[in-house]
């Protein structure tokens, strides 16, 4: 299935590139020597051509192939990408080589200012409506930290408030309860609005998994709407998964769903908000990995 989805072109074009962009594809030959060309169109109206030659193609397995090129345009770097099965879960490996070191580490910096890893968020995305017809938001990011530091920085209540809710936010516990069953109430001054909410744990497993209901509340603690989206659904489901990269890295990946019911509106109000999603939440982690 993972497969399927990078190399059938009607399927790649509903999740290639980062979020707000599409996809229109030319021509698409995927054996060795052949190539993809592609226009990969940005929310700003900016058109990006693209051509991929293809080095090695083994089904379900291992694709190589050059990436970033166009006509007389060398391509940017050389992709070697994996696909292992792992008890019925699939585990891609990517790899992009480039000329030097300094090469490298530009791309790495434009790739994260671009939110070009949010390509893979929306893969992840795709593939979960595609398996079980539920319609998730997901980011993921690494840390250079231990994988029980990055969890004491979601379950401890001197740290939580620290970094969580979108960049120029803060944000304090009024009642602080991390326990399975517990809830906290919380609350967060963004964009010159005072919002209140409330979160209550159904898993915390340490230091492996975490997940919590949420919903916007009013100041004295009753159900309230999100003052700045009427129609934002009333409760939400937060999984967070951790998992070691490392001795010292950790990566974590976070899956934001509607909770319970929701009408067509608030459906379509959250799948519409993707973009702004990953916006508040890449802010969010901005300020987690500052503070790791």
């Known amino acids: 299935m993972v497969w399927d989805a990078w ?16 996809l229109t594809t ?29 080095l090695e193609v083994e089904k379900y397995k291992r694709l190589v192939y050059d990436h970033g090129g166009h006509k007389d345009r060398p391509p940017l770097f050389r992709v070697t990408a994996t696909f292992t099965d792992v008890a019925g879960k699939t585990r891609l490996d990517m790899a992009m ?19 070009g890893n949010g390509t893979w968020d929306r893969l992840a995305e795709y593939l979960e409506e595609k398996q079980t017809g539920q319609d998730v938001f997901v980011i993921a990011r690494s840390f250079e930290a231990p994988i029980d530091t990055v969890f004491d920085m979601w379950t401890n209540e001197k ?9 120029g936010s803060t944000m304090k516990f009024i009642e602080c309860n991390i326990r ?37 509340s009013t100041k004295d603690g009753g159900i309230g709407k999100h003052p700045l989206a009427p129609t934002w659904p009333t409760y939400m489901l937060t999984t967070v998964t ?18 319970g019911e929701a009408s067509k509106g608030e459906r379509e109000a959250f799948h519409n908000a993707k973009t702004g999603m990953h916006s508040g939440w890449t802010g969010s982690l901005d300020k987690l990995e500052e503070l790791l």
């Open 7 to 22: 190399t059938d072109e009607k399927q790649v074009v509903k999740w290639w590139g980062p979020r707000g962009f599409t």
């Open 26 to 54: 030319h021509a698409k030959d995927l054996k060795p020597g052949g190539y993809w060309h592609y226009t990969m169109h940005g929310p700003d109206g900016v058109d990006y051509e693209n051509t991929t030659k293809y």
């Open 97 to 115: 080589a480039l000329e030097t070191p300094e090469a490298a580490d530009e791309t790495r910096k434009f790739i994260k200012q671009a939110g």
């Open 159 to 167: 740290h939580f408030p620290r970094w969580m809710g979108p960049t």
């Open 180 to 216: 399975p069953g517990g809830t906290s109430f919380y609350e967060m001054e963004f964009a010159g609005n005072t919002m209140y909410g409330k979160i209550e744990y159904k898993e915390i497993t340490k230091p492996k998994r975490l997940v919590y209901k949420q919903w916007y």
């Open 242 to 259: 951790f998992s070691e990269e490392g001795a010292d890295q950790t990566r974590i990946s976070i899956k934001w769903n509607i909770y």
